[in-house]
């Protein structure tokens, strides 16, 4: 009797898998696909993952290696998700070792077991509750003088009786420590969570903080134990449409303006899927919404919800992800890299903020979370939601062929109207450090009124140049074809692509003048210029530099919603999904970066940026006034989304990109290459190209080479190669025959080569 062949799918950069026999002869259990298996690999060893077991090799059998050892008892992977990643490694052109294995959670590649972490509730004990009790006046007083998360947590516990760890975490993102020091102090402990029976949504106090305290959304709705907010027709029609679609794939568009409720919609119809004893999977872009998502999410469903982001420890993120594999998890709430997470019982998949950048991966494995959710989606037979108050074209475009259910909500929640939108022209008007007259003028009204206001620039430090008036010198990174920015409170000069810093000069290396000047103007030339203009404005910075510090942004939010500042200022950090029900004044200093940009979607990318961020204005009882700074006011992007609206900009660029043959109307891959020589690069280019082109096909045409954008970064010299084909079909079957072509050839192996299928920036 001939012994099975195992195919496994091994982590390397080669695409294909490879076969090996059982450990011995008549090996039992059998092995089936799914199971971790540690086979032997070039000199060492290595774990892959068996992703099919056939009765012959196309090698020959006595040349095949056997196995070490077989690590699981049963599948690891179930064939949902096998079959998941084996079409997004074909898609997407990357190699399958390294899709199956580098999508699972870093110990088991290193072969740990899939355990879960108990789950445990807190409680305070009665220690707790006097030492609390005599805490005078406020958090940080009393026996938490020098405490005061101790405090904010142990108060959690009291208001509800128990509180899970995610809700802790919702609650401050430094929580571990302290609650270890609660935990020492005998002022609370932990008791076991007794697992929730399938199909139940808990409606009494045992969910203790976790359904009593009451959060804020995104939206502006508040949600709790007291009651949920009442929808409003639009919202009841979106619920109903999405809950008569459970157990069918349909795929929507949820079109809902800033503030309308979107994720309250969410959990209605989360809500029925976990009735049903199904699963609700929840991508979102960004990992600083996690937690005022995770704190609404908690406070409404009461069943178990998990997190998984790369924020998590290697230990936490292998819990998430062992129970939605167990289907212990009933709701699972992640960002780009939970779209490969296992689910026992899929019922509902949410991608909130469809249109964001983060949900496609831009280096190593460039997949998309949100096309493979859609995917995942059609294999379960379920429900999927792209939600956005500023959908991509894509999603328009699948709109208006019919591929796609259009759902729309084109009211504030709560009976906030929407921002007044005045252009602001720059051309010939006092304009210093990004501030105009206007500006300065609405800004004194906010803070007499006792309101706020967000400055948006999407440029972080002090200056992005650094220039000798004399001679003309400019500061420029030494690795990139970039200007170093000024970091005026660090005393740097930092390249923002390749991490470059140094020390500024106070004279020029050129002509050594003295005379150098800062030029234009980021978020700390901003703040800065605020606070010396009006007397007692309280600025706050949100960007990567002022929130870089574990538990910062949280610090930042914090004090806003406590009203200890006036003005943000910000990056896109802003846009961000934040509900600030204070701020009446958005300001857009600079909405002509994304005009002229040299990538085509660049307008698509600003029109929903300018949307997103002036959405934060005016979301609480009182209206708000957004103001466009622009030198450019008669530019047809700006004066129909003033004008016309989001809607009518799409059916425009959707115009264009038909005449100019652009997705989503034909398909693209971007080959690109980088080395440290000029002459590397464009060589295999070249061959790339002679290749595509001795094996021509009637739909497909190659452009380039060409340089990058950005020709050299950290040090190495970048070019591309575009493919452009007139459908997604035809592109398919062009690349897997070349890029096997591509691999043979002597000038890859002297540079460092990706295939990027449907990429998203063109730089």
């Given amino acids: 009797m ?43 060893s290595a774990i892959g993952v068996v992703v099919g077991v056939a009765a012959t090799s196309a090698v020959d059998v006595a040349r095949l290696r056997r196995a070490r050892e077989v690590i699981d008892t049963e599948p690891l992977l179930d064939p949902a998700t096998l079959k998941l990643l084996a079409w997004a490694s074909g898609y997407f052109q990357h190699p399958i070792g390294d899709v199956v294995t580098g999508t699972l959670p870093r110990l088991l590649r290193l072969g740990h077991a899939p355990e879960a972490r108990r789950s445990v509730r807190y409680v305070a004990t009665a220690a707790g509750e006097r030492a609390f009790a005599e805490t005078p006046g ?44 609660l935990v020492a102090k005998g002022l609370a402990e932990p008791r076991d969570d007794p697992p929730r029976a399938v199909g139940t949504v808990a409606r009494d106090g045992a969910a203790g903080a976790d359904a009593k305290a009451g959060v804020t959304g995104k939206d502006g709705t508040t949600s709790g134990a007291a009651g949920r907010p009442e929808l409003n027709a639009d919202q009841q029609c979106t619920v109903d449409a999405l809950r008569a679609s459970l157990g069918t794939f349909r795929p929507f568009v949820l079109e809902g303006v800033t503030g309308s409720g979107k994720t309250e919609v969410y959990l209605r119809v989360i809500e029925q899927v976990v009735a049903c004893g199904r699963q609700a999977l929840v991508l979102i872009p960004e990992i600083g919404l996690t937690p005022q998502l995770l704190a609404r999410f908690q406070a409404r469903l009461s069943c178990r919800v998990e997190v998984l982001h790369s924020g998590l420890s290697d230990g936490e993120r292998l819990s998430a992800w062992t129970h939605a594999r167990n289907g212990t998890a009933d709701v699972l709430v992640g960002t780009r890299s939970a779209v490969f997470a296992p689910l026992a019982r899929p019922g509902l998949f949410i991608v909130d903020e469809e249109h964001d950048l983060s949900f ?19 294999d379960a037979g379920a429900p999927i939601v792209l939600g956005s108050a500023t959908p991509s074209l894509e999603a328009i475009d699948n709109v208006r062929r019919g591929r796609y259910h259009h759902l729309v909500l084109p009211r504030r929640a709560g009976g906030a109207s929407p921002p007044r939108i005045d252009v602001v022209d720059l051309r010939s008007r006092p304009f210093d450090n990004g501030l105009c007259d206007v500006l300065i003028e609405a800004v004194e009204e906010v803070k007499a009124r006792s309101e706020q206001a967000l400055l948006f620039i999407n440029r972080r430090g002090y200056a992005p140049r650094l220039l000798c008036h004399a001679c003309g010198w400019v500061a420029d990174c030494g690795r990139c074809d970039a200007h170093l920015v000024l970091h005026h409170a660090d005393g740097r000069l930092r390249c923002h692509h390749c991490g470059a810093e140094r020390t500024p000069t106070a004279e020029c290396t050129e002509c050594g003048s003295r005379d150098m000047r800062h030029l234009g103007f980021g978020t700390e030339r901003v703040a ?66 994304g005009l002229f940009g040299i990538d085509f979607r660049a307008t698509e990318r600003m029109a929903q940026l300018l949307l997103q961020v002036a959405g934060r204005a005016g979301r609480g009882d ?141 730089v």
Avoid at 17 to 35: A, E, H, I, K, Q
Avoid at 155 to 179: D, F
Avoid at 364 to 378: C, E, I, K, N, T
Avoid at 535 to 550: F, I, K, P, Q, S
Wanted: aromatic fraction near 6%; hydrophobic fraction near 40%.
């Fill in 622 to 762: 009182r209206p708000g006034r957004v103001l466009l700074q622009t030198h450019h006011p008669n530019h047809p992007l700006l004066r129909t989304l003033v004008l016309d609206g989001y809607r009518k900009f799409c059916e425009d660029a959707l115009d264009e990109r038909r005449r100019t043959r652009l997705p989503p109307y034909t398909s693209l891959a971007l080959v690109r290459a980088e080395a440290l020589q000029r002459d590397a690069t464009q060589s295999f280019l070249r061959d790339a190209g002679a290749c595509a082109r001795a094996r021509p096909h009637p739909r497909v045409s190659v452009l380039g080479p060409a340089p990058s954008p950005m020709e050299r970064r950290a040090g190495r010299y970048r070019a591309q190669l575009l493919v452009d084909a007139a459908s997604r079909t035809a592109l398919q079957r062009f690349l897997p025959g070349w890029i096997a072509e591509l691999e043979a050839l002597p000038s890859a192996r002297k540079v460092r080569w990706s295939v990027d299928v449907d990429p998203q920036e063109m």
């Fill in 528 to 593: 800065g210029a605020l606070e010396s203009r009006i007397e007692g404005l309280r600025v706050a910075r949100m960007d990567r530099d002022a929130t870089r510090r574990r538990g910062a942004l949280e610090a930042v939010l914090g004090r806003v919603h406590a009203g200890d500042v006036d003005v943000v200022v910000g990056t896109q950090m802003l846009a961000k999904g934040h509900h600030f029900p204070n701020v009446t004044l958005v300001a857009i200093l600079d909405a002509d970066g």
């Fill in 2 to 44: 001939t012994e099975p062949v195992l195919q496994v799918a091994v982590p390397a950069p080669v695409r294909r898998r490879f076969d090996y026999l059982p450990p011995r002869p008549g090996w039992t259990p059998p092995v089936r696909p799914g199971m971790r298996i540690r086979v032997p690999f070039g000199r060492t």
């Fill in 138 to 181: 406020r958090e940080g007083a009393g026996a938490f003088a020098r405490a005061p998360v101790q405090a904010r947590l142990l108060g959690l516990m009291l208001a509800g009786g128990s509180v899970s760890e995610a809700a802790l975490a919702a609650e401050h993102r430094e929580w571990r420590r302290p609650l270890r020091a």
């Fill in 360 to 378: 496609k991966q831009q280096d190593g494995f460039r997949y998309s979370a949100r096309d493979l959710a859609v995917v995942r989606a059609r």
